[in-house]
């Protein structure tokens, strides 16, 4: 393109590149899905359609986005984790949270009607804000992966007992909430066992655990268990890819089916089982 005498107001552009060797996590998180949530009346505490159309969009914005290694799903909001050494758009930060809140965005918009064939969106329609935020280390990004799920246990295990003493135990809004104020887990365990006959480890793992969307690279030869790709840079720690490699790696990646599974990723098992994840 040609220069013209306008072309400075360009130097006022700025932007943040996202530090090296970090894992990079994009969090988005529904505007307003309280007031949502009521407008196309999702079940309450939990309503599956609502979790599975948010899948749906998230596992379309994996295949669009190859770089996400894996993300986690918890009511309206999803975090997409890139690995250490991803480069898409050299690690500009504006880039890869504006590709990542629009693309998912345009998908849950798009997806709606298959999961709420019922329910037309009418504006206000749903829209996401997000953040980024980087993990230098395995250890940090496993305890931020913990610390939502933990988050996604408390807020179930609350939400369940509150709209059992509302739904079934005949309390308003105002008093579940009075009754539940400073309770700790066990008797929320409790009021649900001997006042609902809810035993709350029976609830679905979609509701308790969450939702961890993945590329699950035992596709080859399936139900033999055997992992056909390896993890990216499995050649050596701190060995670099050729440019040859990387491209091999990104087709082999953009290939492999993406799974969506409710499991407790607090504990070592579930990483150990797919080293590739936190490569
Ligand atoms: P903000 O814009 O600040 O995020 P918000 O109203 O979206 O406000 P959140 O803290 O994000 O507040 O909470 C999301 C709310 O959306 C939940 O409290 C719940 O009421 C509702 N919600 C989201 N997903 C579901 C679902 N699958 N089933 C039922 N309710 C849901
Ligand atoms: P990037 O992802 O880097 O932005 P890009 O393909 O979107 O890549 P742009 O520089 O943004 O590249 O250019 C947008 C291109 O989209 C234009 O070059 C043109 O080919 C096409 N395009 C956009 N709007 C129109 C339009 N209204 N009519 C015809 N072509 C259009
Ligand atoms: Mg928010
Ligand atoms: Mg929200
Ligand atoms: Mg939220
Ligand atoms: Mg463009």
Known sequence: MANSKYEYVKTFEQSTTLLPATYIVVRLDGRGFHKFSAKYNFEKPN???ALELMNAAATAV???VP???FAYGISDEFSFVFGRECRLFDRRESKILTTVISTFTSYYVHLWSTFF?????MPPLPSFDGRVVLYPSTQTLRDYMSWRQVDCHINNLYNTTFWALVQKGGLDNAQAEERLKGTLAAEKNE???SQFGINYNNEDEIFKKGSIVFRDYKIEGAGSGNIVATPAGSGGDGAEMSRTQQEKERKRRMKAEIVTEHTDFIKDEFWQQKPWLLS
């Open 47 to 49: 309503d599956r359609r």
């Open 62 to 64: 994996m295949r669009d």
């Open 67 to 69: 770089d996400i290694g």
């Open 117 to 121: 064939p019922s329910k037309p969106l």
């Open 191 to 193: 009021i649900l066992f």
